[in-house]
C-alpha cells in the first residue's frame, strides 16, 4: 500500500471528510513521526508497533562482487518492532500468549 493508497482508504472510510482534508491527516501524521525519529525519539502506535532509530557503527564490509574490503561508514538505522495486536492478526493461529513469551 502506497501513500496514496492510505488516504483513500481512510477517505473511504469517512465519506464525510474531503479526500484533501484526509491527505492533510496522513502528512501531518508521517511528518511527526518523521521529526520525533530525527530527534532520536521513539514512536509507539498501541497495537501497531514501534518505531525507533539506532546508531551503527563504522565497520570493513567486503564487495560481495570483487570480493575487496571497503570501509562503510556509521549511519542511522531504523528499527519497527511489531506490536502485540498486529503479531496477532498476522498470525492468528498462533495463540497471543504464546507469541510474547517467545519474544
Known amino acids: 500500500m502506497i501513500k496514496s493508497e492510505l488516504v483513500a482508504?481512510?477517505?473511504a472510510r469517512n465519506p464525510h471528510l474531503y479526500q484533501r482534508e484526509v491527505e492533510n491527516v496522513v502528512n501531518?501524521?508521517?511528518d511527526a513521526i518523521t521529526a520525533a525519529l530525527a530527534r532520536g525519539?521513539?514512536?509507539?502506535?498501541r497495537g501497531f508497533g514501534a518505531f525507533s532509530v539506532k546508531a551503527r557503527g563504522a565497520?570493513?564490509?567486503?564487495?560481495?562482487?570483487?570480493?575487496?574490503?571497503?570501509?562503510?561508514?556509521?549511519?542511522?538505522v531504523l528499527l519497527f518492532k511489531s506490536g502485540k495486536e498486529m503479531r496477532a492478526?498476522?498470525?492468528p493461529e498462533v495463540p497471543v500468549d504464546m507469541a510474547a513469551s517467545a519474544e
Open 41 to 45: 525519539d521513539r514512536v509507539e502506535i
Open 89 to 91: 492478526r498476522l498470525n
Open 9 to 11: 482508504a481512510v477517505a
Open 59 to 76: 565497520r570493513q564490509g567486503r564487495n560481495p562482487r570483487t570480493g575487496e574490503s571497503v570501509s562503510v561508514g556509521e549511519k542511522i
Open 28 to 30: 501531518t501524521m508521517l
